[in-house]
């Protein structure tokens, strides 16, 4: 069965502080994509990871990429309140359940 | 980039009846896909969509429920058929265009 399972699937974090949040696939597509959605609206293209070892940046985001394990990671640095919505990561067109993220002052 | 527009983007129906989401994409695309989205819920790939080709759905999702036509390169639908309360859901669309993804504003629906 193809799946894409990410964890956790609730975080609450404070300000400053940082996380990572995963993604683990089972398809044998690589490319990987992740996405914010803010609560009523639409995804937001956060990051599009194309191959073995691709690392980027946004701000506070940073995501990576390792086909051999099937693993993306979305780091967290000094969380923001901005940055509280739900992040999902997306293999082969198929959705993970979504990180609730809660950033708290 | 590539462009879709999704309507309607919002309808409420009657329990029983059809509904019919179309998407307009401003380029040619291989690939359509659809998703459903429930409240609090991450999206769901329903099926898979080539043009010339009958759409590929996924486990739990039938053709009977959800019929998807694919007539060319920029345009699909998908119908939501015999509806009840449980398909209450957002619907989106989505492509491939190089290497992004995009996506149709989606089309709330909500059966009564």
């Known amino acids: 069965e193809l799946k894409v399972e990410q964890n956790p699937l609730f975080l609450s974090m404070q300000e400053g502080k940082n996380y990572t949040i995963y993604c683990n696939y089972s398809t044998t597509s690589d490319r990987l994509y992740w996405y914010r959605q803010d609560p009523g609206k639409s995804l937001e293209s956060l990051f599009v990871l194309l191959s073995n070892g691709a690392v980027k940046q946004e701000g506070r985001l940073m995501a990576s990429l390792d086909t051999k394990a099937r693993l993306s990671t979305l780091h967290i640095t000094a969380a923001v309140h901005d940055l509280s919505a739900t992040y999902f990561c997306?293999?082969?067109?198929?959705f993970g359940a979504g990180t609730r993220l809660t950033v708290k002052p | 980039s590539a462009v879709i527009s999704q309507k309607p983007s919002r309808d409420i129906c009657q329990r029983g009846t059809s509904l019919t989401i179309q998407c307009q994409v401003d380029?040619?695309?291989?690939?359509m896909f659809w998703y459903r989205q429930q409240p609090g819920q991450s999206l769901t790939l329903i099926a898979t969509?080539?043009?010339?080709?009958?759409?590929?759905?996924e486990s739990g999702f039938v053709i009977d429920k959800f019929p998807i036509s694919r007539p060319n390169l920029t345009f699909s639908t998908l119908t939501v058929s015999n509806m009840s309360p449980e398909d209450s859901s957002i619907y989106l669309c989505?492509?491939?265009?190089?290497?992004?993804?995009?996506f149709g504003q989606g089309t709330r629906l909500t059966v009564v």
């Open positions: 997306v293999n082969d067109m198929r």
């Open positions: 380029s040619q695309v291989t690939m």
């Open positions: 969509a080539n043009q010339g080709s009958e759409a590929t759905y």
């Open positions: 989505s492509s491939l265009w190089g290497t992004e993804a995009f």
